[in-house]
């Protein structure tokens, strides 16, 4: 008798045996600084909603007038049917922010990455890509079906040296990078990698999903942080971080979002982003723009608590927790080892504290990866240095190996 299925036992027997096995967890209660964990209240240092818009009123309100106006399904492709004028005044409202020409929404920022990797490039191009890059633009290298080079981290000169080396045998180059990466939270050289996109005649992509909202004067990313904004990038972001909904973008000139409207396949065959997630978006959009405070608070929570941990945790230390560099509200404590972290983040769970362990394989170390809120109070910093010092202590003493 055959047994097709049951090599997925073993398969999940050897996930378990690396500690890389992963469940769902579920959180109860409105999105915000504080979310219920099996009925108890925790403070919430895991989600990506930066600016704690996913439970704002007016977002919400937006959602629901959409949901009554239009009903809770796009029906079908925008080139189809499930085209709404909703859509377009949240690709101006995209475009408007990052001041490029034109915009185009996708259902997801993994989708978006998917369909314009591949769509701007094929068998004949090169494609240079950051090692730590987010799996939606290695997956959307890999679909192009271009040759795919992986650069060390943010190592421009590796970027110059593999142009140089390469550029001349293939039709078009893109270089594609996170602009804020995830699992690190520290920043790609934006302005060094588009200086080598002009020399080499190569497009340049920047996945700006966590930076939207959250960098740059007016909250349009890294591309405006780094004074870059006007310039000929291809920026692709999510609806679903600081913009506290779902979906994703690309933002840049008139005709290449022209171009992908009719050769990306992640936006021509998938339905419509949804009327309530389309409002959502454009309601927070016009608070990215019209509340700075916002983003204000949120680098004051960002400064408080990587002060408190660089004391701690930063340089030198005998300690089995570091601080890694970072630029952004993403802080991650390295520890030794995947066992090290899950109980780390068990035991900070039973203090009230959510911070979420990461792994391979999605990153090569185990680290605790925190996000700050805007909406974190210094309480709730305050809280979560106590608990992580009680932990560390625990470490020192070697209780915690
Ligand atoms: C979250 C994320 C995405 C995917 O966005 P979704 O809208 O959640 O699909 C893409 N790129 C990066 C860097 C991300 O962090």
């Known amino acids: 008798m055959s047994a097709p299925y049951s090599w997925l036992e073993d398969a999940l027997t050897t996930i378990h045996r690396a500690d890389w096995y992963r469940s769902v967890q579920p959180i109860q209660g409105r999105a915000g600084a504080v979310v219920q964990m099996n009925g108890q209240p925790v403070i919430n240092f895991a989600s990506n ?5 996913a439970g704002d009123d007016r977002l919400m309100q937006a959602a629901i007038a959409a949901v009554q106006e239009f009903g809770t399904g796009s029906t079908g492709s925008r080139l189809v049917s499930g085209h709404r004028d909703l859509h377009d005044q949240l690709e ?12 185009l929404v996708f259902s997801s920022g993994y989708l978006a990455n998917l369909g314009t990797v591949s769509a701007l490039v094929g068998k004949r191009d090169l494609i240079l890509s950051d090692q730590y890059n987010h799996s939606s633009l290695k997956q959307g290298a890999i679909l192009s079906g ?3 080079l992986d650069y060390p981290h943010g190592d421009v000169a590796q970027v110059r040296q593999l142009l140089e080396q390469h550029r001349d045998r293939y039709r078009r180059c893109l270089l594609i990078t996170d602009s804020v990466f995830s699992m690190d939270g520290d920043l790609c050289p934006l302005p060094a990698l588009l200086d080598l996109a002009e020399t080499f005649d190569a497009m340049l992509l920047v996945d700006e999903a966590h930076a939207t909202g959250v960098l740059g004067a007016t909250g349009a990313g890294c591309v405006e942080h780094f004074g870059c904004t006007g310039r000929a990038i291809v920026q692709v972001g999510t609806l679903s971080k600081a913009l506290g909904s779902l979906g994703g973008y690309v933002a840049g000139s008139a005709t290449l979002i022209d171009y992908l409207r009719n050769r990306a396949a992640g936006f021509i065959y998938t339905t419509g982003l949804s009327p309530a997630d389309t409002a959502a978006a454009l309601a927070a959009v016009a608070i990215v723009q019209q509340e700075s405070d916002r983003r204000r608070q949120l680098w004051q929570n960002v400064t408080t608590l990587k002060q408190a941990l660089s004391q701690q945790f930063g340089g030198n230390t005998d300690l089995k927790i570091q601080l890694l560099p970072s630029e952004s509200p993403i802080l991650c404590l390295q520890v ?3 066992a090290i ?5 068990k035991q900070l769970c039973q203090s009230g504290i959510f911070a979420p362990a990461i792994r391979p394989p999605t990153v090569p170390t185990s680290r605790l990866r925190l996000t700050l809120m805007a909406t974190h109070t210094s309480k709730h910093i305050e809280q979560f240095v106590i608990a992580l010092n009680q932990l560390a202590r625990k470490t020192q003493s070697g209780d915690f190996q």
């Open 49 to 53: 909603d930066y600016l704690g818009l």
């Open 92 to 103: 101006r409202a995209i475009a408007a922010l990052k001041q490029t020409e034109a915009a």
């Open 146 to 148: 271009g040759t795919v």
């Open 336 to 338: 030794a080892s995947p």
């Open 341 to 345: 972290v899950l109980r780390l983040g």
